[in-house]
T-cell receptor, first 113, second 114 residues
Framework: DSGVTQTPKHLITATGQRVTLRCSPR?????VYWYQQSLDQGLQFLIQ???????AKGNILERFSAQQFPDLHSELNLSSLELGDSALYFC????????????FGPGTRLTVL | QQQVKQSPQSLIVQKGGIPIINCAYE??????FPWYQQFPGKGPALLIA?????SEKKEGRFTISFNKSAKQFSLHIMDSQPGDSATYFC?????????????FGSGTQLTVLP
């Protein structure tokens, strides 16, 4: 158990809908990262937050947004969902924004029908 | 330039064999190279990592070999066990301002037969 928690574990929704994925980092970790894992794209970095501020952006679509709250938990919002958004979404955390080791949560499996 | 190329896509070995997974990168600014292990239904977990100033790092049965001039690194699993069956991802990390990003390889599905 990495200490990173993610909810929900599974999410099934329809095209065009909006969902929110939640992540709680390990105790003491200030940085949160979001990744998307799909069969054809592998593990793709989406976005990083450090102590409430956005630090880096990767391959994140404009339909997706994230934030990190004062209690350090983070939410990833996915809107206008498409079939291709079906994937595993992982959250990871690290001590600082520049620290090497990232600890991954168990993931949220999103299925868009 | 941000890509990390990983091979093979899948690998089957007998128990006790030494599977080798290879990765290559282009961006010389990468300064940290971790390997992650992922079991079905779980998130990736850090297995072992190396910095480019070291040519080899060993932790238990897992060894990373690093060739800076060739921009390649590989994972060797000694005396592999059925419990090692998992997907392995290499990654490369770059420090950009106050952020650090991981770029992952495409993954290798390892099966160790009993």
């Amino acid at each position: 158990d990495s200490g990173v928690t993610q909810t929900p574990k599974h999410l099934i929704t329809a095209t065009g809908q909006r969902v929110t994925l939640r992540c709680s980092p390990r105790s003491g970790d200030l940085s949160v990262y979001w990744y998307q894992q799909s069969l054809d794209q592998g593990l793709q970095f989406l976005i990083q937050y450090y102590n409430g501020e956005e630090r880096a952006k990767g391959n994140i679509l404009e339909r997706f947004s994230a934030q990190q709250f004062p209690d350090l938990h983070s939410e990833l919002n996915l809107s206008s969902l498409e079939l291709g958004d079906s994937a595993l979404y992982f959250c990871a955390s690290s001590v600082s924004g520049s620290y090497n080791e990232q600890f991954f949560g168990p993931g949220t499996r999103l299925t868009v029908l | 330039q941000q890509q990390v190329k990983q091979s093979p896509q899948s690998l089957i070995v007998q128990k006790g064999g030494i599977p080798i997974i290879n990765c290559a990168y282009e961006n010389t600014a990468f300064d940290y190279f971790p390997w992650y292990q992922q079991f079905p239904g779980k998130g990736p977990a850090l297995l072992i990592a190396i910095r480019p100033d070291v040519s080899e790092k060993k932790e238990g049965r897992f060894t990373i070999s690093f060739n800076k001039s060739a921009k390649q690194f590989s994972l060797h699993i000694m005396d592999s066990q059925p419990g090692d069956s998992a997907t392995y991802f290499c990654a490369a990390s770059i420090h950009s301002g106050s952020a650090r990003q991981l770029t992952f390889g495409s993954g290798t599905q390892l099966t160790v037969l009993p």
